[in-house]
C-alpha cells in the first residue's frame, strides 16, 4: 500500500493579507510548520502542529472558499511538493507562496545540484521573496529572486543607509523591475523606532532618486491586531 504523505501543519486560517501588493485582499494563509534559518527577529516561531494529508489541507481550505491561498511558515519549501501543488492548481485556486528564498539543493536526473524549487516555482500565482542576512551575506538563492514577483526587506536601525544600498543592488542583480519592500522589524520596545527609521531611510534614497521602486511595507494585521 503507498504510504500517504503528510505535512507538519501549524494552522490554516483566513484573513487580510496584511503586507505586499496584496495588502488588504481577504486570503487563505496555509501556514508550515518549521523553518531553515533561526532569525532572531521572528514573529512566527511557533511549537505546535499537526500532521495533515493532502486532502486533510484541501478539506479545510475549501471550507473557508478564498480564492487566493498564501503558503507561509516557518519557512514553506521545505515541506512543499509536486503533489500538493498539482492539487492546488487543478483547483483553480491562486497560489501564493511566502519564502526566505534560501531553498535547499538537490540532484536532478543528471547528478547536477539544482535548487529543490526550480521546477516548482512556475505552479504560483504570486511569490514574495523575503531574503535574509548572515555575516553580510545574503542567504536566499539566485533562482528565487529571478522567480519572484515581490521582494521584502527586513530593516531595523542596525542596519545602515550604505549596507541599505548594497542589499538593494545585490538584489536588483536578479530581480530587476518589481517592487522592493522595507519592512520595519517588530521587536519589543523597538517597533515605532524602527518605522520611523525606515521612514527616513525612504526619504533619503527618495531625494537622491536612487530606487524608484522602493517602498515602505506596513503589517497591516497586525495594526488591527488580527492575524
Known sequence: MKKVSQYKITEIFESIQGEGVFTGKWVTFVRFYGCNLKCPFCDTQIDKYKRLTLTGIMKRVKELGNDIVVFTGGEPTIQIDLPLLRMFRKSKYQLHIESNGATECIANENGQLINKMFTMWHYFNWVTISPKYHNGYMLADVSSLERADEVKLLVDTKLSIEELKQRITEVREYFQNGTIF??????SGHTEENTKYVYN??????????DANVMLNIQIHKILNVR
Not at 522595507?182 to 521587536?187: C, G, R, S
Not at 531611510?201 to 536612487?210: I, P, T
Request: charged share 30%; net charge negative.
Open 182 to 187: 522595507l519592512q520595519p522589524i517588530e521587536a
Open 201 to 210: 531611510l525612504l526619504r533619503l534614497l527618495e531625494h537622491e532618486k536612487w
